[in-house]
Each structure stands twice: as structure tokens, then as C-alpha cells.
């Protein structure tokens, strides 16, 4: 199946009978923790299946993992929901794991868990409930306590909620995260948008339909560290907010009109200095701030301005957003079809 856009899509929605679910995995070095999580999810899916009737999918993306998890991952049972095991090429992110789930869901409706188990199912089930029992398209998790996060990472990311949100009429909830489910409708609209540099989260609430929140704690992670570092967070905020808002351009013209009306006001004053006191004015070291001041302005806005040529180039090359080795599909309780075919890309246009 081709969307809109030109993307290919392996496996078309329409593949399944009644209602179903695709629980989307995204995995990097997660071999350790795989297994259990895999045990989780099952017995979800069984649950899933004799109370509601949902068929089960569950789609592991590995994201380029150098510790086997892709073979992990093709090892794994079956047993009472499809199992989907998409590798890549190389290390494409999370935010193409997420979307080579989405791309690759066979049936309508999404639910995306990390791989570490930090994501309870009996939230999971809470999600599933908000869909299917009060009619919600997008159920989305927000950690109730930031307690034992460090202040600096905190203010980092209230600061970065601000100016993504700032003046938009959608905002984006802070805290929100990536563990979330998106209705059969919700899910094909998120497929329909074209642009490659992806921001899961702003995404799927820029969809719109009806949204909700539902609180969690995150459980401990089952192995390994949090693959985040203080950089690899940064690029991700500047590629959210670049990709999400144009304020901060905003703020550079803002800025500029306001240093503007300064320095008006202030060559005013001199001149009324001069005028009235006859005072012949000194000011070098003022002279200097100012200079050095509008300098370091300047080019701090032209790295504002590079940041969105960057993401304009991006977009404009039109790279596929990641590029899949291997795939492989396992029906419940039958054995496994490799799929065709083999080096397919996310995008072909
Ligand atoms: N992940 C991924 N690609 C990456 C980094 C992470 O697919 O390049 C996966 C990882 O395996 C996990 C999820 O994304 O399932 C969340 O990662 P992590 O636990 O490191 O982040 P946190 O829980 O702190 O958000
Ligand atoms: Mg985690």
C-alpha cells in the first residue's frame, strides 16, 4: 500500500478481522530486557483478546541494536498474537522506530511501549479502555512525578515546553511522553503527515480528534541505562521546537525591533545630555557592551535562522526516514514469513 505521500507500506491495515491492536516496540540494545517484556505483552495481548475480543499484534522495531536484539527479538514465541520483527539498517532513532511501527501496523489501532518494560500494561490496559470504553482517539501517558529528576533537566524541559507551546493553539501537554494510543483514525492521520523530521509527540497531538491524559509512574528499567545524553537531548529539543514552532524566529525579529527602540531612546538621551548639560560624552565601556552585546545577538540569531535552513534541507533532500534490513512476520501460532521485500525504505518518493 502507498499513502498520499508516496511512502510504501508493507503491510496494509486492512489485513485483519474485527478490531485489533498493534503494540508497537521500539528496541536499541534491549536483548536482556526483551524477553520479559515480551512475556508481558503476551500475556496483555491473551487478556486483551478474551475480554475485548481485540486481535494482537506486536511489532518490534530494532532500531540498528549492536547486542543481538534483533535475533532476540526473531526468537520470540508467537503465542497468542502476531509477532512482527522489523530491523534497520543501522541507528535511525527513535523517532523512525516509532514511525516504522506505525508504517507497519497491521491493524488500526496503535499502541506504542518501550522495550525496557518501563511502561506497566496495566496502564496500557487503562489506554485501551479510554479508547474503547469512552471513546478517545489519542490516550497518551504523562509521568506523575518528576521527583527524582535532576532541577537542571527540569527547568531544561519547562523551558522547552514554554517555547514550543508559546502562542500556539495547540499546545503540546509538558510531560507528556511516547508511551501512547492512537485510535485506527488518529493512527492513519499521523501517517498522512509528510515531513521526515519527526516529533512523535507534537505530532500526535496536532492530529487532534478527542485527546486525554492518563498519569503513570514509569516501573524501573529491567537493564542497561537510558540511552539519552545531555546532547543527544539537546538535538532532539532543537529538532522538536525547530520542527514544531517558528518562535523562536519570532523572537529573534522581537528582539531586534526591541534593542532597536534602545538604543533610540538612548541616542535621545545623549543628545539631550549634550544639548542641556553641555556634557561631552565618555562612554567607552558602554560602547564596548553594546557592540559586544548586539555582536553576540547576531550571531545568535543566525544560528537560529541555520537552524531551519538545516531542517529546509532535510526535508528537501527527502531521505527516507529509516531503511529496513530484515523483516520478519510470525503469525500467532504458526511459523515464521520472511517478507518481501528485503531493503524496503520508509519512503520512495
Ligand atoms: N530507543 C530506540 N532507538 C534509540 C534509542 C532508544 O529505539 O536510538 C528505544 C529504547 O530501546 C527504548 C525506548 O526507545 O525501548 C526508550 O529509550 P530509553 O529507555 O533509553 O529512554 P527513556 O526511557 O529515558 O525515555
Ligand atoms: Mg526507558
Redesign the pocket.
Known amino acids: 500500500m502507498t499513502t498520499s505521500d508516496g511512502r510504501v507500506i508493507a503491510f496494509p491495515g486492512a489485513d485483519s478481522q474485527g478490531p485489533g491492536l498493534t503494540i508497537v516496540?521500539?528496541?536499541?540494545?534491549?536483548a536482556e530486557?526483551l524477553p520479559h517484556t515480551h512475556a508481558k505483552l503476551l500475556a496483555f495481548a491473551r487478556q486483551l483478546k478474551e475480554r475485548r475480543g481485540l486481535a494482537v499484534e506486536i511489532v518490534y522495531?530494532?532500531?540498528?541494536?549492536r547486542d543481538g536484539?534483533g535475533l532476540v527479538a526473531q526468537g520470540l514465541k508467537a503465542d497468542g498474537a502476531d509477532v512482527q520483527v522489523i530491523s534497520f539498517s543501522r541507528?535511525?532513532?527513535?523517532e523512525?522506530?516509532?514511525m516504522a511501527g506505525l508504517d507497519h501496523a497491521r491493524h488500526g489501532a496503535v499502541l506504542f511501549?518501550?522495550?525496557?518494560g518501563?511502561h506497566p500494561t496495566a496502564v496500557a490496559d487503562t489506554l485501551v479502555s479510554r479508547w474503547l470504553d469512552d471513546g478517545y482517539d489519542v490516550a497518551f501517558t504523562y509521568k506523575a512525578h518528576r521527583r527524582d529528576e535532576p532541577r537542571l533537566r527540569t527547568l531544561f524541559v519547562n523551558a522547552f515546553y514554554g517555547l514550543v507551546n508559546f502562542g500556539v493553539r495547540h499546545k503540546i501537554p509538558s510531560d507528556a511522553?511516547?508511551f501512547r494510543l492512537l485510535s485506527p483514525r488518529a493512527a492513519d492521520a499521523l501517517r498522512r503527515l509528510p515531513e521526515r523530521g519527526r516529533f512523535f509527540k507534537g505530532l500526535s497531538g496536532w492530529v487532534g480528534f478527542r485527546q486525554i491524559g492518563v498519569p503513570y509512574e514509569?516501573e524501573p528499567?529491567l537493564q542497561?541505562?537510558?540511552?539519552?545524553s545531555f546532547w543527544g537531548l539537546m538535538a532532539f529539543s532543537i529538532e522538536g521546537l525547530t520542527s514544531f514552532s517558528i518562535v523562536p524566529l519570532r523572537l529573534a525579529s522581537l528582539l531586534g525591533a526591541l534593542l532597536a527602540a534602545l538604543s533610540f531612546v538612548y541616542a535621545l538621551f545623549i543628545v539631550m545630555e549634550t544639548m542641556v548639560f553641555g556634557r561631552v560624552v565618555p562612554g567607552y565601556p558602554s560602547l564596548l557592551v553594546a557592540v559586544t552585546f548586539i555582536g553576540g545577538m547576531q550571531l545568535l540569531m543566525i544560528g537560529v535562522l541555520g537552524e531551519y535552513i538545516g531542517k529546509i534541507l532535510s526535508e528537501l533532500k527527502g531521505r527516507p526516514v529509516y531503511i529496513v534490513g530484515d523483516s520478519v512476520l510470525k503469525r500467532a501460532g504458526e511459523s515464521v514469513v520472511p517478507q518481501e521485500p528485503p531493503g524496503a525504505v520508509g519512503r520512495t518518493d
Open positions: 516496540v521500539p528496541a536499541y540494545n534491549e530486557a522495531v530494532d532500531d540498528g541494536s536484539t541507528n535511525f532513532g527513535k523512525a522506530a516509532l511501549m518501550d522495550a525496557d518501563q511522553g511516547d514509569p528499567r542497561g541505562e537510558a540511552k539519552w
